[in-house]
């Protein structure tokens, strides 16, 4: 019996302890929150315009951006491990820069070029609807065909004097 009533009382003596505690209390109290700084205001954007490139520095950057993105396509489908995303992408991306490219030619090259962009279009509208790889070989031989006959027709050598 003496020995429940002292830990009854020991017990007591602590719960008084803790509850009056400040670094308890403080501890389980709502912190109050800090104001932010106002932010600053924009009020008139300024769109970056970004360096100064003549038309035959943009003509050869969409040229190898073409290139490169023909190649890596080319890659993609030789490879049947490529995810059809990949191919997806890089077709995209080859068709995006041709048409960069025909924005810096005059209107008979243009036209010219017209006959190559849609057989990429074509090419990339396969790739998408090929969802297993089935026709993968078809779609890399024209991929190396048009990018074959762009080489041999639309290299900067070979069409500096055609540029707008």
């Not at 020991?10 to 670094?23: K, Q, R, S, T």
């Not at 190649?71 to 991306?93: F, P, W």
Request: net charge positive; aromatic share 10%; charged share 30%.
């Amino acid at each position: 019996m003496m020995r429940k009533s002292f830990i009854y009382i020991l017990g007591l003596i602590m719960l008084m302890n803790l509850v009056g505690c400040e670094a308890f209390v403080r501890k389980f109290t709502r912190k109050s929150k800090k104001e932010k700084a106002p932010e600053e205001m924009v009020i008139a954007p300024e769109e970056w315009k970004g360096p100064k490139m003549t038309k035959e520095q943009m003509y050869r950057q969409y040229y190898t951006f073409w290139k490169s993105w023909q190649d890596e396509l080319i890659s993609a489908l030789s490879q049947s491990s490529v995810s059809l995303k990949k191919k997806n992408d890089c077709a995209e991306q080859a068709v995006k820069n041709l048409l960069g490219m025909r924005t810096m030619l005059n209107e008979t090259e243009q036209k010219q070029l017209d006959v190559y962009l849609k057989q990429m279009t074509d090419l990339k509208n396969a790739i998408k609807s090929d969802i297993y790889g089935a026709s993968n070989n078809s779609n890399r031989q024209d991929a190396e065909r048009v990018r074959r006959n762009i080489l041999q027709r639309y290299s900067y050598s070979d069409i500096k004097d055609d540029l707008k």
